[in-house]
């Protein structure tokens, strides 16, 4: 057994809205081994993105709130701990990259200063080693002319720059995790694929672990060791990467993996999924994707089925369970 | 960014030429005969010929208005009809006094709304923000006359501190700045806060949450620099409402200003006086609206860098 | 919905239900907002007085009672009395027709006039849009009170000609707002649908692209209306409005500063009416941009 670097345990994060506190995310538990990459995979507003917010605490500027649950990073949970300690943590050793690099770097600040803020910040060396330090990584992401870049304002590079930059930032203190919220969505395909190969590179430079979030199973099956498949905020399926897409179990995953293009080309997707994702205001009684799955059963709209491990490959729906004990039966 | 400053000021000029007509126009659109206006009431028949023939005003319309500019640029604002001391000396005795005044009200409206409206915007829907934005609304509610009323009530009726009028000494701008600041003040601190509100909302900020600043670093390393350049553009805007606003304050206190001058001028017919006040004012907007863009590019890298 | 002609029959009736859905969620917003109800009150009051005040009001406001000259309040006066001995609170009632009527019909004026301007311009677009745009950059080089107190020294003072001077700095701040929810609507798709089946111009404005822009008009109109109060109290206050012996609110204020060392009350009243009265209007215009513009908040 490997080293567990991160452990999500029940977590539960709901949302403030007119109509009371609605929850989004609805007590997934997974976990991050050393130098491992986890994705997580779902349409947009299945809570992928607000698990990732939750395990940097980094939701204030939302409405949203976690209402249970642990993350433990290096035997640490981080949820009680007080801001000031968790700030300790962000940045130094658990550090987030997001899908905007256009908007994720601020305007009016140089990209020196930008870079140099962590660094100053966790490492406690000088403004000038710090600039050094930060010129070193500018390079070690591939960015030429990295000092005069640093003198530099965002609006001057191009995307898959600032997206190097978000990278160069985020591992500049050596984070044991890096959490990269659909990190290439907003680029060019061919952009893409650097950022991908350059995040695998410094993985396995450093032996970080990274929890890659997206919606493209492209993505997760150019870079991620295992897998998890979330829908409607609860994780429904999870398995290492060959073996979701040699044997994918649940239907929304065979879904998922019907509708991927060839790697980048981004249209089409979900195409073999009809309907869409149910509002948190209106979620079916029973399997969430009920509605939706071509294989549904009666007891599909009575129950949800719960998450069944079988050989270290989870899944939650009634096709491969016992619909009377909820034990696991041969498929 | 030289090139957009050049860019501005040149782009300047149509809107200049085109208010200098408008105010030239001034004094063809009262009803009656110009240069019966400027001679006065009591002036005869062969004086306002001989009016007439100086100021050119029998001249076409677009050739006394090509010699009126001349006249401005050469400093010439005209003569007044009450006391025939040119307008430009008149307006020299007064400006001072207005400039301080004015400056002073923007200086503290500024510091105290970028304040308020920080404090507002960091403890957004807490107590203070409350407090805060109900000051606001309410500066803005305030007529400042009564601001001024008011003021000379409690500190000079009342409490015997300061003077009600004039502008001997510092003391004597104490009450008028602050009656024509509180509304800019308020407005800013308004505008202040939504900006910096939006601000706190961008991706920016959160990057810098995930690098593990605190809040104070957030705050003021990476969002107020941004929420301030809007914040510039409505100063400048607002600097309009500060003009308008001393022509009142100044009768209030009587402030010995170029807003006391204008309302006497009107109230005397002095209509050179008025015709060069109104100028006066309109170019000093214009001219510190053109300060604010230029402020502005320097603010902001993606116009600095084009 | 791939039948085009069920659709075209029940446009209307989607329209009207839309009508109805928007005035209930409007409703349903609003009455959240505390201050913005309390204020909407305090106006239908201020209405309402402005109707029946002088048939309601204690003492006739223009009566002069030598005998009760600057009396400060009292049970029957409770607001005082001023320098001909006429109660402050019956000439506020009766003031506030002159007021409200003079700022807001200056308000309405420069509404109607930059209404129309924002809509032309910001539909037609090209040279129609630079001239109205280039308009309103001219009467936006004139600070607000500097350009009305210059259109009171040409047309002479008096309300009538306070309330063109008003609505004249009214006027482009319309245009703008106008034109830029004009172009929003534009942007929508019904619009360009409507215009590929053959609708005048005119039509599309008025049926299609007004409706849009009525909201953002009707929050606007709200916060100019404090505005123009406290415009039209200062050029009265000036001398420059209305008749010092008229009851207006500005008015009564302009001549209570010779009485200032005695009679505080000529002073305050007064003043504190127009403060409530724009507060409200100001409160009230907050409360509907949360509820009808909420794009423009924060």
Request: hydrophobic share 45%; proline share 5%; aromatic share 8%.
């Given at each position: 057994?490997?080293?567990?670097?991160?452990?999500?345990?029940?977590?539960?994060?709901?949302?403030?809205?007119?109509?009371?506190?609605?929850?989004?995310?609805?007590?997934?538990?997974?976990?991050?081994?050393?130098?491992?990459?986890?994705?997580?995979?779902?349409?947009?507003?299945?809570?992928?993105?607000?698990?990732?917010?939750?395990?940097?605490?980094?939701?204030?500027?939302?409405?949203?709130?976690?209402?249970?649950?642990?993350?433990?990073?290096?035997?640490?949970?981080?949820?009680?701990?007080?801001?000031?300690?968790?700030?300790?943590?962000?940045?130094?050793?658990?550090?987030?990259?997001?899908q905007e690099p256009m908007t994720s770097l601020n305007p009016v600040l140089k990209i020196g200063k930008?870079?140099?803020?962590?660094?100053?910040?966790?490492?406690?060396?000088?403004?000038?080693?710090?600039?050094?330090?930060?010129?070193?990584?500018?390079?070690?992401?591939?960015?030429?002319?990295?000092?005069?870049?640093?003198?530099?304002?965002?609006?001057?590079?191009?995307?898959?720059?600032?997206?190097?930059?978000?990278?160069?930032?985020?591992?500049?203190?050596?984070?044991?995790?890096?959490?990269?919220?659909?990190?290439?969505?907003?680029?060019?395909v061919t952009i893409q694929a650097q950022i991908l190969n350059l995040m695998k590179d410094i993985q396995?430079?450093?032996?970080?672990?990274?929890?890659?979030?997206?919606?493209?199973?492209?993505?997760?099956?150019?870079?991620?060791?295992?897998?998890?498949?979330?829908?409607?905020?609860?994780?429904?399926?999870?398995?290492?990467?060959?073996?979701?897409?040699?044997?994918?179990?649940?239907?929304?995953?065979?879904?998922?993996?019907?509708?991927?293009?060839?790697?980048?080309?981004?249209?089409?997707?979900?195409?073999?999924?009809?309907?869409?994702?149910?509002?948190?205001?209106?979620?079916?009684?029973?399997?969430?994707?009920?509605?939706?799955?071509?294989?549904?059963?009666?007891?599909?709209?009575?129950?949800?089925?719960?998450?069944?491990?079988?050989?270290?490959?989870?899944?939650?729906?009634?096709?491969?369970?016992?619909?009377?004990?909820?034990?696991?039966?041969?498929? | 960014?030289?090139?957009?400053?050049?860019?501005?000021?040149?782009?300047?000029?149509?809107?200049?030429?085109?208010?200098?007509?408008?105010?030239?126009?001034?004094?063809?659109?009262?009803?009656?005969?110009?240069?019966?206006?400027?001679?006065?009431?009591?002036?005869?028949?062969?004086?306002?010929?001989?009016?007439?023939?100086?100021?050119?005003?029998?001249?076409?319309?677009?050739?006394?208005?090509?010699?009126?500019?001349?006249?401005?640029?050469?400093?010439?604002?005209?003569?007044?009809?009450?006391?025939?001391?040119?307008?430009?000396?008149?307006?020299?005795?007064?400006?001072?006094?207005?400039?301080?005044?004015?400056?002073?009200?923007?200086?503290?409206?500024?510091?105290?709304?970028?304040?308020?409206?920080?404090?507002?915007?960091?403890?957004?829907?807490?107590?203070?923000?409350?407090?805060?934005?109900?000051?606001?609304?309410?500066?803005?509610?305030?007529?400042?006359?009564?601001?001024g009323l008011v003021l000379i009530q409690l500190f000079s009726v009342q409490l015997g501190l300061l003077?009600?009028?004039?502008?001997?000494?510092?003391?004597?701008?104490?009450?008028?700045?602050?009656?024509?600041?509180?509304?800019?003040?308020?407005?800013?601190?308004?505008?202040?806060?939504?900006?910096?509100?939006?601000?706190?909302?961008?991706?920016?900020?959160?990057?810098?949450?995930?690098?593990?600043?605190?809040?104070?670093?957030?705050?003021?390393?990476?969002?107020?620099?941004?929420?301030?350049?809007?914040?510039?553009?409505?100063?400048?805007?607002?600097?309009?409402?500060?003009?308008?606003?001393?022509?009142?304050?100044?009768?209030?206190?009587?402030?010995?200003?170029?807003?006391?001058?204008?309302?006497?001028?009107?109230?005397?017919?002095?209509?050179?006086?008025?015709?060069?006040?109104?100028?006066?004012?309109?170019?000093?907007?214009?001219?510190?609206?053109?300060?604010?863009?230029?402020?502005?590019?320097?603010?902001?890298?993606?116009?600095?860098?084009? | 919905?791939?039948?085009?002609?069920?659709?075209?029959?029940?446009?209307?009736?989607?329209?009207?239900?839309?009508?109805?859905?928007?005035?209930?969620?409007?409703?349903?917003?609003?009455?959240?907002?505390?201050?913005?109800?309390?204020?909407?009150?305090?106006?239908?009051?201020?209405?309402?007085?402005?109707?029946?005040?002088?048939?309601?009001?204690?003492?006739?406001?223009?009566?002069?009672?030598?005998?009760?000259?600057?009396?400060?309040?009292?049970?029957?006066?409770?607001?005082?009395?001023?320098?001909?001995?006429?109660?402050?609170?019956?000439?506020?009632?009766?003031?506030?027709?002159?007021?409200?009527?003079?700022?807001?019909?200056?308000?309405?004026?420069?509404?109607?006039?930059?209404?129309?301007?924002?809509?032309?311009?910001?539909?037609?677009?090209?040279?129609?849009?630079?001239?109205?745009?280039?308009?309103?950059?001219?009467?936006?080089?004139?600070?607000?009170?500097?350009?009305?107190?210059?259109?009171?020294?040409?047309?002479?003072?008096?309300?009538?000609?306070?309330?063109?001077?008003?609505?004249?700095?009214?006027?482009?701040?319309?245009?703008?707002?106008?034109?830029?929810?004009?172009?929003?609507?534009?942007?929508?798709?019904?619009?360009?649908?409507?215009?590929?089946?053959?609708?005048?111009?005119?039509?599309?404005?008025?049926?299609?692209?007004?409706?849009?822009?009525?909201?953002?008009?009707?929050?606007?109109?709200?916060?100019?209306?404090?505005?123009?109060?406290?415009?039209?109290?200062?050029?009265?206050?000036?001398?420059?409005?209305?008749?010092?012996?008229?009851?207006?609110?500005?008015?009564?204020?302009?001549?209570?500063?010779?009485?200032?060392?005695?009679?505080?009350?000529?002073?305050?009243?007064?003043?504190?009416?127009?403060?409530?009265?724009?507060?409200?209007?100001?409160?009230?215009?907050?409360?509907?941009?949360?509820?009808?513009?909420?794009?423009?908040?924060?």
């Amino acid at each position: 057994m490997m080293d567990q670097l991160l452990q999500v345990k029940n977590l539960k994060t709901a949302f403030r809205t007119d109509h009371g506190m609605q929850t989004v995310v609805h007590g997934i538990s997974f976990h991050v081994n050393k130098g491992e990459i986890v994705g997580i995979v779902g349409e947009s507003g299945c809570g992928k993105s607000v698990t990732s917010l939750s395990i940097m605490r980094l939701l204030h500027d939302t409405p949203g709130e976690i209402i249970d649950g642990e993350v433990i990073f290096k035997d640490q949970n981080l949820l009680p701990l007080p801001e000031k300690k968790m700030k300790s943590y962000r940045g130094k050793e658990l550090s987030m990259i997001f899908q905007e690099p256009m908007t994720s770097l601020n305007p009016v600040l140089k990209i020196g200063k930008q870079l140099r803020e962590p660094i100053q910040l966790h490492l406690k060396v000088s403004k000038p080693d710090a600039h050094q330090h930060a010129i070193k990584i500018l390079e070690s992401v591939g960015i030429p002319r990295a000092k005069e870049i640093m003198e530099e304002y965002p609006h001057q590079l191009s995307g898959g720059m600032r997206q190097r930059i978000m990278i160069a930032m985020a591992v500049s203190c050596k984070p044991s995790l890096l959490i990269a919220d659909e990190p290439t969505t907003a680029l060019d395909v061919t952009i893409q694929a650097q950022i991908l190969n350059l995040m695998k590179d410094i993985q396995q430079q450093s032996n970080m672990g990274i929890l890659m979030i997206t919606h493209d199973l492209g993505v997760v099956a150019e870079v991620c060791d295992r897998v998890i498949v979330m829908y409607a905020g609860r994780i429904v399926e999870e398995s290492t990467i060959v073996e979701l897409f040699e044997k994918p179990k649940h239907p929304y995953t065979k879904g998922l993996i019907a509708s991927v293009p060839k790697i980048g080309s981004g249209v089409n997707r979900l195409h073999s999924i009809p309907g869409t994702v149910p509002s948190p205001t209106n979620m079916p009684i029973g399997c969430k994707f009920a509605p939706r799955c071509k294989d549904v059963l009666d007891m599909c709209h009575i129950e949800e089925p719960s998450l069944i491990e079988k050989d270290g490959h989870s899944c939650r729906c009634w096709l491969y369970q016992d619909q009377r004990q909820g034990a696991i039966i041969n498929e | 960014m030289w090139q957009y400053i050049i860019k501005r000021v040149l782009g300047l000029i149509p809107l200049i030429l085109v208010v200098s007509f408008v105010i030239f126009m001034f004094i063809h659109l009262i009803p009656g005969d110009p240069a019966r206006l400027i001679a006065g009431k009591k002036a005869t028949l062969e004086e306002v010929q001989v009016i007439r023939e100086n100021l050119g005003l029998n001249k076409p319309l677009i050739e006394q208005y090509i010699v009126y500019l001349k006249d401005l640029l050469a400093g010439n604002l005209g003569y007044s009809i009450q006391s025939g001391a040119p307008v430009s000396e008149l307006i020299g005795e007064r400006i001072m006094p207005t400039l301080g005044l004015t400056f002073i009200s923007i200086v503290w409206a500024l510091v105290v709304g970028i304040l308020l409206g920080v404090i507002s915007a960091v403890f957004r829907n807490k107590w203070p923000d409350h407090i805060g934005m109900v000051t606001a609304v309410s500066g803005i509610s305030l007529p400042n006359f009564w601001v001024g009323l008011v003021l000379i009530q409690l500190f000079s009726v009342q409490l015997g501190l300061l003077p009600t009028g004039g502008a001997e000494d510092w003391k004597s701008y104490l009450m008028p700045s602050f009656a024509l600041g509180a509304g800019i003040m308020a407005m800013i601190a308004r505008f202040t806060r939504s900006s910096l509100v939006n601000t706190l909302k961008q991706d920016y900020i959160r990057t810098g949450r995930a690098k593990g600043l605190s809040g104070n670093a957030i705050v003021f390393g990476h969002a107020l620099k941004n929420s301030l350049i809007p914040v510039v553009t409505i100063a400048g805007l607002q600097f309009g409402f500060l003009l308008g606003g001393s022509v009142v304050v100044e009768t209030v206190f009587s402030f010995p200003g170029l807003g006391r001058l204008l309302i006497d001028s009107i109230q005397m017919r002095d209509y050179p006086v008025v015709q060069a006040e109104i100028l006066l004012f309109s170019l000093q907007f214009i001219l510190v609206n053109l300060l604010v863009d230029i402020i502005y590019s320097f603010l902001n890298p993606k116009i600095r860098y084009e | 919905m791939s039948n085009i002609q069920s659709e075209v029959v029940t446009r209307e009736q989607i329209v009207n239900e839309k009508k109805e859905i928007r005035f209930y969620n409007f409703w349903r917003d609003f009455r959240k907002k505390k201050p913005a109800l309390i204020s909407l009150f305090f106006i239908l009051f201020l209405i309402i007085t402005m109707i029946i005040g002088p048939y309601v009001v204690p003492y006739e406001p223009a009566e002069p009672d030598y005998n009760k000259v600057l009396e400060s309040p009292t049970l029957q006066h409770i607001f005082g009395t001023d320098a001909f001995g006429r109660d402050i609170l019956s000439r506020l009632a009766v003031g506030a027709r002159v007021t409200l009527s003079v700022s807001i019909s200056a308000v309405l004026l420069g509404a109607v006039v930059g209404t129309i301007l924002g809509l032309v311009s910001g539909f037609f677009g090209k040279w129609v849009d630079r001239a109205v745009m280039r308009v309103c950059d001219v009467l936006f080089a004139f600070p607000d009170l500097i350009l009305a107190i210059g259109i009171v020294a040409i047309l002479g003072p008096g309300l009538n000609n306070v309330v063109i001077a008003v609505s004249f700095f009214s006027i482009p701040s319309f245009a703008r707002i106008v034109r830029s929810a004009t172009l929003e609507a534009k942007e929508m798709l019904f619009v360009e649908a409507t215009r590929s089946i053959g609708a005048s111009n005119r039509r599309i404005i008025w049926k299609h692209i007004f409706p849009e822009t009525v909201p953002t008009i009707i929050v606007y109109f709200t916060m100019k209306v404090g505005t123009a109060i406290l415009a039209a109290a200062s050029l009265s206050f000036l001398g420059l409005g209305a008749e010092p012996s008229s009851p207006d609110w500005g008015a009564m204020l302009s001549k209570s500063r010779d009485y200032i060392d005695s009679s505080f009350h000529l002073v305050f009243f007064p003043g504190l009416i127009i403060f409530l009265t724009v507060l409200a209007f100001n409160l009230l215009g907050d409360g509907l941009r949360d509820v009808l513009d909420p794009k423009t908040k924060d």
